[in-house]
């Protein structure tokens, strides 16, 4: 099978084949890539990090998103290993400093920034004045604008240009979806990129064999 070509039934039939730890495991290389490319964009590498202070367990960025209940009001994540509720926070590893900031859940940071007023705000306002509503949107939604879309608003400022040369490595690597709403852009845009390379399109069986590689 090495080296040929997987169709997308193929693919599929991988992918059911997974264990439940498999699949985890998965999900989580895809959310760490997703967060390399916002790194790769934005200089900044954003980490959701949940050591719930019950029993101690250190859980992963994909489970600490998965316990969250979806209650713009409650910010607790649940421990996967004791059920104990906990507020997880946002690492944020900037080229000169670190910062710990809480971390929303998707409902949460969307409520947050469907408040009056926030869409008046530019990006570099909304990333000093709400920090950890900002960083939390864009590990959810890849950006502020594509955010502002999901409640019905119109963002009129642009939040990256240049990132066309960024997103070449990870083309292939992650479904043209999640890099054309990292980017804002159209995903015809970036399959075309992509083809234009010859390089093949993201499967279950590729990051699975990357994973191996490792
Ligand atoms: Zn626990």
Not at 78 to 106: A, D, H, K
Not at 164 to 171: D, I, M, Q, S
């Amino acid at each position: 099978m090495a080296g040929m070509h997987l169709g997308l039934a193929q693919s599929l039939e991988l992918e059911q084949r997974l264990t439940q730890a498999q699949r985890i495991q998965l999900n989580q290389r895809i959310f760490g890539l997703r967060m390399e490319l916002v790194q790769a964009l934005r200089g900044d590498l954003y980490r959701p990090e949940g050591v719930c202070p019950n029993c101690g367990r250190k859980m992963t960025a994909t489970e600490v998103i998965r316990g969250f209940n979806t209650d713009p009001n409650d910010f607790t994540t649940c421990c996967t290993g004791c059920g104990f509720r906990f507020e997880p926070e946002l690492i944020c590893v900037g080229e000169i400093s670190t910062i710990r900031l809480p971390f929303y859940c998707g409902c949460q940071a969307l409520h947050r920034l469907g408040l009056a007023g926030m869409a008046n705000f530019s990006p570099e306002q909304l990333s000093m004045e709400y920090p950890a509503i900002y960083r939390s949107v864009i590990v959810h939604y890849g950006g502020i604008r594509q955010a502002f879309r999901e409640i019905g608003v119109d963002y009129p400022f642009q939040e990256i240009s240049d990132w066309r040369n960024k997103v070449v490595p990870f083309l292939g690597r992650l479904r043209d979806t999640i890099i054309a709403e990292c980017v804002d852009a159209p995903v015809s845009v970036i399959r075309r990129m992509r083809k234009k390379l010859g390089i093949a399109k993201f499967t279950v069986r590729k990051i699975v064999e990357e994973a191996n590689e490792d």
